[in-house]
């Protein structure tokens, strides 16, 4: 039986390497979770050409570009009912057959995207269609994240439960460079008449193929261990698993949203957000922001990996008080070095990028914080509930604060919420919350 140490403690105790069945249930589990998330995220890539296509001809650039947002938004806002419903199954039923069920529904409107009729050929059944797809999608994120996490945690050996979720995390977020280097390819290789003519279509249709592949590859993965043995033992939730949350688990909810708030400011902001941020107030070129981007995305995978593995070493508190830390000071100098001028903007994006791999370690302070009955009910709530309201109010909030703070404004953002994480994981270090807590 797999055990979850201390959350201030090493977790490398009673430890044992991977195995082969490990290492592929990790690799089937990230490269899903990769090909939903780019299949989440391109969305925003394709922004400006959406706007162009699913609009009445006449309205107003910027308005037209708002509204496009607003639908991507709504995948955020659909995220809690998706999760909600699906980790009440995933409670139940199985942690299996929720983790294929969301990567098809993430598939199926992803790929019915690419074929949808544009403005000029349906009026305003376009953008209601296109709604309709982006609120599915959002129903299936909200599955997908806390049942990956929870999937990897169940599956891993003792003392590996840190680098197995960070494997995962890593997957994901490599979706969001998959879909920054599509997008570049696209934008490069076709001139912008073919884009807004069909080249759009491309990066929605092949996220829906390649979703449908990654439906077919996890029929090779088995039921978590910790799941099977509840079900053998009728130790399953028999009321309401979201109930049993919010009646008894409130301070594990507040906790896991506090981490998810910094996760969601770090990714968002520091991320996806980042490119736009530096080339309007700071002057980048495009091209160098778009650039750095790329290569912060990519040590973002290699960071969460590394703080998966200090995890084990050194305990989810410890790493989380030591990546929040690191993760202020980074967020600083960049933009000092923006606001000078961006002279070394590509090395400290990139540093930037790798400690944002600090949220890595969120998803094990979640799991180890919920019992294994109700642990994907858990989650799911606390975390998609907080991404829905952070992640919605996020690009607003940074535009208001910069107008009254100034262009070093969505450094002090990031850096409020990794305070909070200090916070959390100094209140988990002191009360040894977890000390003795197994996975089952």
Known sequence: ?????????????????????????????????????????????????????????????????????????????????????????????GRKRMFTLSVFLMALPTLAIGLLPVYAQAGLLAPLLLLLMRIVQGVAIGGEVPGAWVFVAEHAPPGRVGFACACLTSG?????????????????HLAPEQVLAWGWRLPFLLGGVFGFIAVWLRRWLSETPVFAQLRERKELSRELPLRTVLAGHGGSVLLSMAVTWTL????????????????????????????????????LGLGCLAYGWLTDRIGAARALLVGSLA????????????????????????????????????????????????????ISFAYN?????????????????????????????????AVVSVVAALWLILSKRNKDKQLL
């Open 385 to 417: 509930v907080a991404y829905a309201a952070f992640g919605a109010l996020t690009a607003t909030l940074i535009s208001y604060l910069g107008e009254r703070v100034g262009r070093m404004a969505p450094a002090h953002y990031v850096a409020m919420t």
């Open 172 to 188: 994901l977020t490599a979706g969001i460079l998959i879909g920054s280097l599509t997008a570049a390819w696209i934008n490069h």
């Open 264 to 299: 969601t400011a770090a990714i968002l902001v520091l991320i996806l957000m980042l490119p736009n941020l530096a080339q309007k107030p700071f002057g980048i070129a495009p091209d160098v922001a778009f650039l750095g981007n790329s290569v912060a995305a990519f040590c």
């Open 327 to 378: 993760l202020i000071a980074a967020t600083y100098a960049l933009f000092a070095d923006l606001e000078a001028g961006g002279t070394h903007f590509l090395p400290l994006y990139a540093l930037t990028g790798f400690l944002v791999g600090s949220v890595g370690v969120v998803p094990t302070v979640m799991v180890m914080a919920f019992p294994a009955p109700i642990r994907y009910s858990g």
């Open 1 to 93: 039986m797999a055990q979850v140490v201390s959350s201030s403690s090493p977790m490398a105790t009673s430890s044992r390497t991977l195995a082969g069945r490990d290492i592929q249930t990790l690799l089937l589990a990230s490269l899903g979770g990769a090909l939903e998330f780019y299949d989440f995220v391109v969305f925003v890539f394709f922004a400006l050409p959406l706007s162009h296509l699913f609009f009445p001809p006449n309205t107003a650039p910027w308005l037209a570009q708002l509204q496009v947002y607003g639908i991507f938004a709504a995948g955020y806002l659909a995220r809690p009912l998706g999760g909600i419903v699906m980790a009440h199954f995933g409670d139940r039923q």
